[in-house]
């Protein structure tokens, strides 16, 4: 009786010890590089959400807002390449950071990192007040031609100063940037009438559209985004603005320090690509004018990292901007 008592004590401890030399062993923490409450806070939380069943640990969010997003990108990048560290990059940060803050950059995106999968895509609305006198696109290209319209960014060099930049360059028209330590202040003068524009991010702009406060004049990516509701009409910048290249997608995605193991990366992109496929993930994102993706293999994910370095670089040329 006590043989078979140990015999079943031993088989019953195998699979834990099996669990706590693998991967995870331990909560996995993903790093978020902006405050709690916006677009990517709200992505990683969902995404650690439906993430913690699969990996059967816990997933933390912890949120590192500074320099860009660079802080929190350095901080993963330094981390223990184990899988327990993982960072809610995007484009921005890992695209066009390298040519805004050149010399004073932390990391190198291909050097520093492993590239696991996106998670989520989403552009930026371009947005006036509801009782300006400018009831399309077109009306507020014709006025900005005619006298230089202010437009409030989220700071140098984010997509919104980007996404400015692009489009009164392709629409050849006259914007006075005014630059905001993030959307809401910029957001709150639009809505007080000291601001004539807005192109920024959408979750905090949408709702004041659907409510009358606001006029969406143009989404940023080429195409409607007839994904997010009450936006099914507005146009896109390939309507608005045919045969320029004017596509303001940006993403965000899942890496992790550079040397994590490959079965671990792939056990990550395995956990991250069902848990973006859950209907209550994207279900949640799409109010929010953000729509579920992934990427096939952690290497289709790197490739497309890659090609998308020429993308925001040229972004960041024609902004101007320079960081330090």
């Known amino acids: 009786m006590r043989r078979r008592a140990a015999l079943l004590a031993t088989g019953l401890a195998l699979p834990a010890i099996a669990k706590a030399q693998g991967f995870p062993n331990r909560p996995v923490k993903i790093v978020v590089p902006f405050p709690p409450g916006g677009a990517a806070d709200i992505t990683a939380r969902l995404l650690g959400e439906h993430m913690a069943p699969l990996l059967g640990q816990p997933v933390v969010v912890e949120n590192r807002p500074g320099a860009g997003g660079n802080i929190a990108a350095e901080a993963v990048a330094r981390a223990a390449p184990d899988g327990h560290t993982a960072f809610l990059g995007g484009a921005t940060i890992l695209c066009a950071n390298k040519y805004l803050y050149r010399s004073a950059m932390p990391f190198d995106t291909m050097r520093d990192f492993a590239h696991v999968s996106r998670v989520s895509v989403g552009t930026t609305l371009l947005v006036t007040r509801a009782d300006r006198p400018w009831p399309d696109f077109a009306a507020m290209a014709a006025a900005a031609r005619g006298a230089r319209l202010s437009a409030g960014n989220s700071g140098l060099g984010t ?100 040397g994590t193991p490959p079965a671990t990366v792939r056990r990550l992109h395995a956990a991250t690509v069902a848990a973006a496929r859950a209907p209550g993930y994207a279900d949640k994102l799409l109010p929010l004018g953000f729509n579920a993706v992934t990427d096939d293999s952690p290497e289709a994910f790197t490739d497309f990292v890659r090609r998308q370095d020429p993308v925001w670089r040229d972004l960041v040329a024609v902004s101007g901007a320079q960081l330090e």
């Open 159 to 258: 997509v919104s100063h980007l996404s400015l930049s692009k489009l009164a360059k392709e629409a050849r028209i006259e914007i006075s940037h005014v630059p905001y330590r993030g959307l809401a202040p910029s957001l709150n003068d639009l809505l007080a009438g000291n601001l004539d524009l807005i192109f920024d991010g959408m979750p905090a702009i949408v709702p004041h559209v659907r409510e009358g406060r606001l006029r969406a004049l143009a989404v940023g990516s080429a195409k409607r985004v007839t994904y997010v509701p009450g936006l099914e009409n507005v146009p896109g910048m390939a309507e608005l603005l045919p045969g320029t290249d004017m596509d303001m997608e940006f993403w965000y995605c899942i890496s992790v320090p550079a």
